[in-house]
């Protein structure tokens, strides 16, 4: 066999051996005493984000080659919302014929792009790990959360609070659930094993 040949097919094997090497965490949300939301409009856990923690030290991950979408829609942030991974590029259009801004003061990441008029809008790198607040300076009543994670493993329940996370790197972590109101997110330790899949419930408090 050629060296080509070899070099190709080593190169439809290399998927599947990384796959052989992840797993799949499966479980689901379940939010106590939550309180009604006021926009009629509410997707049920909308507000939760489930995510993975406690890589090992040293551990790091390409950042995005794509950047993400945080619009503001009839005067609102949409989604309320954003999970990213960090490094992350996030684009902040405008809707509205009107004139808006997006700024935060939020410890884990200060910026402020300015006010600008509808379009494309204007663009932000997050490369701090954390929760970002985020406002207008025009509408104060406007508001929305960007959770900066370590990695790309995380999602948002399905509108039954079921989620799915899969490729996992083998190995244990601490799985997470979290709700803007909550101070202190729930946690759980989990080990992922080759090709299983592990099923973790979590309750909102």
């Known amino acids: 066999m050629s060296r080509a040949l070899i070099a190709?097919?080593?190169?439809?094997?290399?998927?599947l051996a990384c796959a052989a090497d992840t797993g799949t965490i499966e479980g689901q949300i379940a939010i106590q005493e939550?309180?009604?939301?006021?926009?009629?409009?509410?997707?049920?856990?909308?507000?939760?984000?489930?995510?993975?923690?406690?890589?090992?030290p040293g551990t790091t991950f390409p950042p995005p080659t794509q950047e993400v979408s945080l619009t503001q829609r009839k005067k609102r942030f949409v989604p309320y919302i954003l999970p990213i991974q960090a490094g992350t590029t996030v684009r902040f259009p405008n809707d509205d014929d009107?004139?808006?801004?997006v700024f935060s003061v939020s410890r884990d990441q200060q910026f402020n792009i300015g006010r600008y008029p509808k379009g494309p809008g204007k663009t932000h790198v997050f490369t701090?790990?954390?929760?970002?607040?985020?406002?207008?300076?025009?509408?104060?009543f406007m508001k929305a959360h960007i959770l900066v994670l370590p990695s790309p493993h995380?999602?948002?329940?399905?509108?039954?609070?079921?989620f799915r996370l899969d490729g996992v790197p083998t190995g244990s972590y601490w799985v997470v659930s979290w709700h803007d109101r909550l101070k202190n997110p729930e946690q759980k330790p989990i080990t992922v094993a080759a090709g299983q899949t592990v099923k973790v419930d979590l309750t909102i408090k």
């Open 34 to 56: 939550a309180a009604p939301p006021a926009d009629p409009a509410h997707v049920p856990f909308s507000d939760v984000v489930v995510y993975l923690n406690g890589f090992a």
């Open 8 to 15: 190709l097919a080593l190169f439809a094997l290399a998927p």
């Open 128 to 140: 701090r790990v954390g929760q970002v607040r985020v406002f207008c300076d025009v509408h104060s």
């Open 98 to 101: 009107i004139f808006h801004n």
């Open 154 to 162: 995380f999602t948002q329940p399905d509108r039954s609070g079921h």
